[in-house]
């Protein structure tokens, strides 16, 4: 279906970053084009705010968690380098911690997490956390049940204790459809500069789908708390939930939005 398009429309197309996402995909598609000028023009406002976020937190010693979780390929790490792509690098960690050692696994569950917790005027964003054992563990036969069981007896107790220290803490999922997370899978397997992104787990994700949501529900149910309470994100559609992503970390920490930057 034809429209007209109305001079504000016509002078964000003529642009580049409209031209690249007209001409990225075929057939063209103009609403393609509009949207991803919408949206970078919403990521530059939210990014100058996450600057005067950080300087704010320089500024008063503040620390920062931020955890994200979801399925696999749902959008974790786009979102992340948004976040961080502005911000400064001296003041800010990304934190993907690899399989435990022997050393490890025979310590306190989260020692090796509390181990890489911000200094005062840092920021922390953790590619996945301690809620490993919460879902992907169990589904894949990595901890016991008993295991399983002390953490979500412990966990809640472990994130009071995280904020009564000061650390402001903000925990998001990033939910996508077994449909789209298909997709993307195919993606990643057809494109040599993403290949590397498929693991074993991956792999395994969508045989597993049922699993993982029976676990991601007990999760949700247990450690969505007032004090420390999860925000789903849908991100079916990623440049929205970049967006999305960004705000509610704005909104969770209280930093002085009339900072100069």
Not at 118 to 135: H, M, Q, T
Request: hydrophobic residues 35%.
């Amino acid at each position: 279906m034809k429209r007209n398009l109305s001079e504000k429309e016509v002078r964000k197309l003529n642009s580049k970053q409209a031209l690249v996402a007209l001409l990225s995909k075929e057939p063209l598609n103009v609403e393609r084009g509009l949207r991803y000028v919408n949206y970078q023009r919403k990521l530059k406002k939210l990014q100058v705010e996450l600057i005067r976020l950080q300087t704010w937190a320089i500024n008063n010693n503040e620390r920062i968690i931020v955890v994200f979780e979801g399925r696999d390929a749902a959008g974790k790490g786009g979102a992340i380098r948004r976040i961080t792509e502005r911000i400064n690098p001296r003041h800010m960690r990304i934190v993907a911690l690899p399989k435990p050692s022997k050393d490890e696994k025979s310590q306190w569950y989260f020692q090796r997490y509390v181990e890489q917790f911000p200094k005062a005027g840092e920021i922390v964003l953790f590619d996945r956390s301690w809620y490993n054992r919460a879902v992907i563990e169990p589904v894949n036969n990595f901890c016991s049940s008993e295991e399983h069981k002390i953490f979500m007896n412990q966990v809640n107790d472990f994130e009071r204790m995280i904020l009564e220290s000061g650390i402001h803490l903000v925990k998001i999922y990033m939910s996508i459809s077994k449909k789209e997370q298909a997709k993307r899978f195919a993606d990643i397997k057809s494109d040599p500069l993403k290949q590397w992104k498929m693991t074993k787990l991956d792999e395994k994700a969508q045989d597993l789908w049922d699993q993982y949501t029976e676990y991601k529900k007990a999760m949700f149910e247990k450690t969505d708390t007032e004090l420390s309470p999860w925000k789903i994100i849908r991100a079916n559609r990623k440049t929205e939930a970049r967006v999305n992503v960004i705000n509610h970390i704005l909104q969770r920490i209280p930093y002085d939005k009339t900072l100069k930057v």
